[in-house]
């Protein structure tokens, strides 16, 4: 199962947000391109998403990992919304991602443009609903089951061990 980064956690809210207020019927107001989502994020470069400019080696790599996620736990890549300046779309690695995900992405640039566009619509309709994210952050959960790991073992010891205590 995937987990995400704090900075990860940080990129998908963002996207989130964007989706949510994304104009009815004009998904391309939801669209960021990377460099402005890089600035956006991290203008002073502290989480490095602006390392590897003008490809955004960083960012990429994060919204990779964060689309895994969104689609390990059934919703649509997210990450649809960040598109590269030249082509106006996610390009071939978001489709290339697609296929490894199990979907059926066509090998031509039609038929990956419009896997785009579907988890695009798909992204803005799931998140302008009525879907809430209750989760807690991956980041979070991991902190909260360390410490009630550290409350077992301190539990356990005194149990078994009063006298120690």
């Known amino acids: 199962m995937t987990t995400l980064t704090l900075v990860e956690e ?13 104009h009815a ?3 391309e107001t939801a669209t960021m391109t990377y460099q402005d989502l890089a600035g956006a994020l991290d203008p002073d470069g502290d989480f490095g998403l602006k390392q590897g ?14 689309n895994s996620y969104e689609v390990e736990n059934g919703r ?35 038929g990956e443009k419009e896997f785009w566009q579907t988890q695009l619509d798909q992204a803005i309709e799931h998140w302008s609903g009525n879907h ?6 991956d980041f979070q959960f991991a902190a909260i089951m ?9 539990l356990q010891q005194h149990l078994h061990n009063p006298a120690a205590s």
Do not use: C, Q, W, Y
Request: proline letters at 6%; glycine letters at 12%.
């Open 132 to 137: 809430e994210d209750s989760g807690l952050p």
């Open 53 to 66: 400019a003008p490809r955004f080696t960083r960012l990429i790599r994060a919204l990779f990992h964060m």
């Open 146 to 154: 360390t410490e009630l790991s550290t409350i077992k073992k301190t």
């Open 25 to 27: 019927g004009n998904p």
């Open 76 to 110: 649509p890549m997210v990450g649809a919304l960040a598109v590269s300046k030249a082509t106006g779309d996610s390009g071939s690695g978001f489709a290339g991602l697609g296929r490894e995900l199990g979907f059926l992405v066509p090998r031509d640039d039609e």
């Open 10 to 22: 940080r990129l998908r809210g963002f996207l989130i947000d964007r989706a949510r207020t994304a």
